[in-house]
């Protein structure tokens, strides 16, 4: 059924941006359309946070921290997903994950990406 592979975390200063990409690696087509993809992301010694989510129709949804600074998209033709943040703060410091819902295939996790927001 594949599995999800991110990319693009880093180190960036307050009040830049990073764009994070989760690939379906090995996923057909078919089977990645009916995953509602989202961002969840962990700082240390907090739970797992739900960012963004994108369901196979577009519609998202955002958490009330990130919103109107966060946007979640997807490609479901290149089987991805893409997180674009803006205006970071040292408050979004965490691990960000991949997550992919599916009636039929069940749940999938990504490995993880760290983001950093410093000076």
């Known amino acids: 059924q594949g599995q999800l592979v991110e990319s693009g975390g880093g180190l960036v200063q307050p009040g830049g941006s990073l764009r994070l990409s989760c690939t379906g690696s090995?996923?057909?087509?078919?089977?990645?359309?009916?995953?509602?993809m989202a961002w969840y992301r962990q700082a240390p010694g907090e739970q797992r946070e739900l960012v963004a989510t994108?369901?196979?129709?577009?519609?998202?949804d955002y958490g009330d921290s990130v919103k109107g600074r966060f946007t979640i998209s997807r490609d479901n033709a290149r089987k991805r997903v893409f997180l674009q943040m803006n205006n970071l703060t040292p408050e979004d410091t965490a691990v960000y994950y991949c997550h992919g819902q599916s009636s039929t295939y069940g749940n999938r996790w990504g490995q993880g990406t760290q983001v950093t927001v410093s000076s």
């Open positions: 994108i369901n196979g129709g577009g519609s998202t």
């Open positions: 090995r996923m057909i087509t078919s089977v990645w359309n009916t995953y509602t």
